[in-house]
Structures are given as C-alpha cells and as structure tokens.
Nanobody, 119 residues
Framework: QVQLVESGGGLVQAGGSLRLSCAASGRTFSSYTMGWFRQAPGKEREFVAAISWSAWSAVNIYYADSVKGRFTISRDNAKNTVYLQMNSLKPEDTAVYYC?????????WGQGTQVTVSS
C-alpha cells in the first residue's frame, strides 16, 4: 500500500510558477513510475508528466505536449517525493493536479491539489 500526499497548489497569475510536491509512504517508492495528472472542471482526467526510475537503466521522462518545455518532473528517492515544477503557467493549466504511483498490477492516487491560474 502506498499513500500519496500532494502539496504546493494555489492561485497564481498567468506567466507565474508553482512547484507541486507529492510525498509517498512506503519503502518501495523507487520501484514505482510516478506521474502527475490533472482534471479541469467538466473535463476528464488527463496525463501531464511521468518519471520512471531503475538502478539498472536510464530514467525515462514523459510529458504531455501541452506542458512540454514549461513543466519539469523530478523525483528524490531518498525523500520518497516527486515534484512538478510548473513555469509559464496559463489559465488553461487550471485544474486539480493528482499524483500517481504505478507499477505492474497496482496504481495509487493522491487526493489532489488545486492549481488556479488567473489571466
């Protein structure tokens, strides 16, 4: 069982920045691919970014086209935490942002953190 707690959301003006954090419980954090998803009002949850980790291969990082070049995902396995640095924020980035931990057969979600970008 993995518990995920997001933080760092808030209200920011367009063009501003926010850094989201997701703290995970458990000893096997490094074995999970960690991701960020978001859900805007009236819309389906969508993928934002993901980062894998392995002691034997390169880290794989993926971004949605809509955030490429503006958002950066990173992880600190020693702190069981994944981050999402969001720069050049746009009003269309307004959503609840969810952290996800994924490995074969299991998927865990956090409770979400609200990000609101004003124009």
């Amino acid at each position: 069982q993995v518990q995920l707690v997001e933080s760092g959301g808030g209200l920011v003006q367009a063009g501003g920045s926010l850094r989201l954090s997701c703290a995970a419980s458990g000893r096997t954090f490094s074995s999970y691919t960690m991701g960020w998803f978001r859900q805007a009002p009236g819309k389906e949850r969508e993928f934002v970014a993901a980062i894998s980790w392995s002691a034997w291969s390169a880290v794989n990082i993926y971004y949605a086209d809509s955030v490429k070049g503006r958002f950066t995902i990173s992880r600190d396995n020693a702190k069981n935490t994944v981050y999402l640095q969001m720069n050049s924020l746009k009003p269309e980035d307004t959503a609840v942002y969810y952290c996800n931990a994924l490995r074969i057969g299991v998927s865990y979600w956090g409770q979400g953190t609200q990000v609101t970008v004003s124009s």
